[in-house]
């Protein structure tokens, strides 16, 4: 079924490691996003991709980078875990920027 | 500060009757808005969107409306089911660049 991937489905990490959330769509959209969603806030942009090779910064991006080698794949590295990035992380795509958004089912982080 | 925000963070409606959810913004820029559902341990899936240039938008039993001098948006659900309760997210953009997202709203419909 094509859809959105993302790995893991959830995690626990000490703070200050490093860690790499997984983004695959087989959907050939040309767009990708990750946001994280916190209790009261609703989803927050943290990266997006509007094609591959080329990357901008949402409403939250500290802490945060990203990289889009190809149209499939989208990972969000965060290079140094802190609590305050304990969060659940959706990534998304879309055909183009001006099309609705296809999210994956989540990424449950925990930092502690 | 927030520019799209959800007020109400639930709302209990009885199944058949009609339900409202109501979001309002504060950037007069944005031109194009849309409405996803979220089930728990999913992504949002798309459900309903409008540009700037129309004041209602409707499919199937779902309904969008905007009142652009009030920055203000409201879907509503005609007849409420079962099946749609879920936290319902409203969301905007200036020309499809970043999108803005509210809180949520909780929709519970009783049988």
């Known amino acids: 079924i094509a859809g959105i991937t993302q790995a893991p489905t959830s995690q626990i990490l000490a703070a200050g490691r490093r860690m790499t959330l997984r983004c695959t769509q087989d959907m050939r959209h040309n767009a990708m996003y990750w946001y994280r969603q916190d209790l009261g806030l609703g989803l927050r942009l943290i990266h997006y991709?509007?094609?591959?090779?080329?990357?901008g910064k949402g409403e939250v991006p500290d802490g945060y980078s990203v990289s889009r080698a190809n149209t499939d794949d989208f990972p969000l590295t965060l290079a140094s875990a802190v609590p305050s990035q304990t969060s659940v992380y959706f990534c998304?795509?879309?055909?183009?920027?001006?099309?609705?958004?296809?999210f994956g089912d989540g990424t449950r982080l925990s930092i502690l | 500060d927030q520019q799209v925000k959800q007020n109400s963070p639930s709302l209990s409606v009885q199944e058949g009757r009609i339900s409202i959810l109501n979001c309002d913004y504060t950037?007069?820029?944005?031109?194009?808005f849309l409405w996803y559902k979220k089930y728990p341990a999913e992504g949002p899936t798309f459900l309903i969107s409008?540009?700037?240039?129309?004041d209602k938008n409707e499919d199937g039993r779902f309904t969008v409306f905007l009142n652009k001098s009030a920055k203000h948006l409201s879907l509503h659900i005609v007849p409420s089911q079962p099946g749609d309760s879920a936290v319902y997210f409203c969301a905007a953009s200036v020309t499809f660049n970043k999108f803005y997202f509210g809180s949520g709203t909780k929709l519970n419909v009783k049988p």
């Open positions: 409008i540009s700037s240039i129309k």
């Open positions: 950037n007069s820029m944005f031109d194009y």
């Open positions: 991709s509007n094609t591959a090779g080329t990357t």
């Open positions: 998304a795509s879309s055909v183009a920027r001006n099309q609705p958004q296809h």
